[in-house]
C-alpha cells in the first residue's frame, strides 16, 4: 500500500508527497493514448525546472489530472511525485479529468470532438436538468415547483471552462459525430 505524508484521510486541497509512485492508477476514465514524444520533452523539462504542478488523485490513489506528468516522472525513474489528494469520484472525476485535456492539450479536431461528447454525456449525468427540453412530460416535473437554479447548459458551461465558443463546441462534437463510426 501507497503511503501519502501529510495526508488526513479526509481528501484536500493540500499538498502531498506520495511516495510509491506505481501505487497511482490510471483508470478507466483515462482514455486516451500517451504521446510518448510530449512524455519526453516534458520529462526532460521536468529534469531541468522540477514539477511544477503536481498530480491529482483520488482519495483511491486513482488518477484524475496529470498522467503526462506521472509518466515523464517514471520515465526519470522517480520513486516519489508530489499529488493532490481530491475528494471527487466517479463522474465528477471524469469531469474533471476530461475538463483537464480539453483545456491544456492540442487535441486534434476529432479527438477534441470525442471528449467534448463524453463530456456532454457526464455533464447531462450529472446535471439532468441541464439537458435541452429537460423532462417536461414526468409526474415529477409537472408537481414540482418552478426552479431558477438549475445547470447552466452545457454548451455554456464548456465554454466558460474551455474558453472555446458555443458554437466551437457544436462543431467539434458534430465534427467527430460525422467522422466516427458507430
Known sequence: IADIDGHNGIGSTELFVFRGIDGVSDTDYVYYLLCMKHIRQLADSIAEVGLLQPIVVDKHFALIAGLHRLEAAKLLAWTEIECMVSDLEGLEAELAEI????????????????????????????????????????????????????????????????????????????IARDLTPE
Open 99 to 174: 475538463d483537464e485535456n480539453v483545456i491544456r492539450n492540442n487535441l486534434d479536431d476529432i479527438d477534441l470532438g470525442k471528449k467534448l461528447i463524453r463530456r456532454k454525456e457526464v455533464y447531462e449525468a450529472l446535471h439532468p436538468a441541464s439537458k435541452q427540453g429537460g423532462d417536461r412530460r414526468s409526474e415529477d416535473f409537472k408537481t414540482s415547483p418552478a426552479r431558477f437554479d438549475s445547470a447552466k447548459a452545457f454548451t455554456i458551461d464548456t465554454s466558460e471552462k474551455t474558453g472555446l465558443s458555443r458554437r466551437t463546441v457544436e462543431q467539434k462534437m458534430q
